[in-house]
């Protein structure tokens, strides 16, 4: 019962690096979604995706690419990382054709950008 | 804009004292709510959720939450805390019924004296 997984736990990168932070499902949610949580700041959306081939932008996409080739999978692109970007990533996912606002919440990956 | 508001960033409480925090949102339409609980180092989980019905939402731990439509408010109560209470809460609205995605109020952080 794996529910929302997400790698890695913990990254540290340099300015102007790339990576990427992998985001996985296995309860057949279409809605996919990744949030930052910063002190002070509460969650806030960087891009969500209500199916396969479908990606939206949320409150704070720069910075960020997204893509959903598959319903399963949903990973979040820092193509030139920033000292801004050091937060706390949240992937979530949920149901979306009967979608309640409900979200199953993977168990988050920190990221520091030195 | 949509918006979420919590009232207090961070309560301290001594054990078997009474608990409210508020949750005001600022759209009048149909919404979904939710209180999220995230128990230090870990990720979100849902404490409870109000959908339609009876206002009174009763959820896991002993938490309750009441919707009171006219003050567009959700607040969370709890009437005797525990020390393993301590915890971020995050008071979380669907704007729109179905469709939509989940806005997050910034958190109230909850200490517990034993």
């Known amino acids: 019962n794996a529910g929302v997984t997400q790698t890695p736990k913990f990254q540290v990168l340099k300015t102007g690096q790339s990576m990427t932070l992998q985001c996985a499902q296995d309860m057949n949610h279409e809605y996919m979604s990744w949030y930052r949580q910063d002190p002070g700041m509460g969650l806030r959306l960087i891009h969500y995706s209500v199916g396969a081939g479908i990606t939206d932008q949320g409150e704070v996409p720069n910075g960020y690419n997204v893509s959903r080739s598959t319903t399963e999978d949903f990973p979040l692109r820092l193509l030139s990382a920033a000292p801004s970007q050091t937060s706390v990533y949240f992937c979530?996912?949920?149901?979306?054709?009967?979608?309640?606002?409900?979200?199953?919440f993977g168990e988050g990956s920190r990221l520091t950008v030195l | 804009a949509q918006s979420v508001s919590q009232h207090n960033h961070h309560v301290i409480l001594s054990e078997a004292a009474s608990l409210e925090l508020g949750c005001n949102y600022s759209?009048?339409?149909?919404?979904?709510l939710f209180w999220y609980v995230q128990y230090p180092g870990q990720h979100l989980q849902l404490l409870l959720k109000?959908?339609?019905?009876?206002?009174l939402v009763k959820g896991i731990k002993g938490f309750e939450a009441e919707f009171i439509k006219s003050k567009f408010s959700f607040n969370l109560r709890k009437p005797s805390v525990q020390w393993s209470d301590t915890a971020e809460y995050f008071c979380a609205v669907n704007y729109g019924g179905s469709q939509g995605n989940l806005i997050f109020g910034k958190g109230t952080k909850l200490s517990v004296k034993p």
């Open positions: 109000y959908f339609s019905g009876d206002p």
């Open positions: 979530a996912s949920s149901y979306w054709a009967r979608n309640t606002g409900e979200l199953f």
């Open positions: 759209y009048g339409g149909t919404v979904n």
